[in-house]
């Protein structure tokens, strides 16, 4: 019986505008572990598909040092999570809704008004892709060298800037609807997962152009995110690639 293989490459940067980095990530049990380096981060690697594994992103929000708060205590407790997950069941509404709880009482220790992350999460359970986003983190897939944004955007513009209408850390009363979603993947086909640093800079087009070749996964992460910081590296810049074999 063949084993399917998810080769996987992770690349978190502080981005060129920025002293701090409020992103953080969940990939083969990594998380990042310092929220005060300015340091990126780059992993690599492969795991079985047949192992419900996971891989997330998260995007901090909230002021001061509060995003990478938030977005640490979500990867901190998707850490904690999926050490105890049962295998070969959904879990990703579960644990969105365990991870809003988390930040909320992170948020209400500090005795904070609000503080929240975004998240894209996919989860691969055998044949089968599961996704769950919430707020403008996106999901994309690339099959047959066409590139198409599986995640849903929450997101409202207003004043010249933008506002995330759904996130993780919710206040008590308000009801976690997060985008989920399940299909299949083919061989070949490639996912990413990424903070808003790698889509405000980057088209679509670009996106594909980078990602849709044959080069090292790794490589791949990395001139992705090298691209978006030579287009202005305005935020914090996370993505993780995800390749099926």
């Known amino acids: 019986m063949r084993r399917n293989i998810v080769e996987y490459a992770c690349v978190c ?20 572990e310092d929220v005060n380096s300015l340091d990126d981060v780059l992993l690599s690697g492969e795991v079985s598909a047949d192992t419900n594994e996971l891989f997330a ?10 995003g990478e708060v938030a977005s640490y205590t979500a990867a901190d407790e998707a ?23 988390k930040v909320r009482e992170e948020t209400e220790a500090r005795t ?10 996919l989860q691969v359970s055998g044949e089968d892709v599961y996704i769950l986003n919430a707020g403008d983190s996106r999901i994309y897939k690339l099959s047959r060298h066409e590139l198409r944004q599986i995640s ?13 209408t759904k996130f993780l850390g919710l206040p008590e009363g308000h009801s976690l609807y997060p ?16 903070s808003d640093g790698v889509t405000d800079m980057l088209t679509d087009d ?5 990602i849709d070749s044959k080069k090292e996964l790794k490589s791949l992460a990395r001139e992705l995110v090298d691209a978006a910081l030579e287009k202005g590296g305005i935020d914090n810049t996370t993505a993780i690639l995800l390749r099926f074999r």
């Open 13 to 32: 940067s502080v981005g060129r505008r920025r002293r701090n980095n409020e992103d953080n990530f969940f990939c083969d049990g990594h998380i990042r």
């Open 179 to 194: 985008y989920i979603a399940m299909g299949k993947y083919k061989s070949g086909d490639i996912f990413l997962l990424c």
């Open 152 to 164: 849903e955007e929450h997101i409202v513009f207003s004043g010249g800037g933008k506002a995330i």
């Open 79 to 101: 850490r904690s999570f999926t050490q105890s997950r049962m295998e070969y069941e959904e879990y990703l509404y579960e644990l969105a809704e365990r991870l809003n709880e």
């Open 57 to 66: 992103v998260f995007d901090g929000m909230g002021g001061e040092a509060c």
């Open 112 to 121: 904070l008004v609000l503080m929240g992350t975004t998240a894209a999460m």
């Open 206 to 210: 670009e996106i594909q152009d980078i």
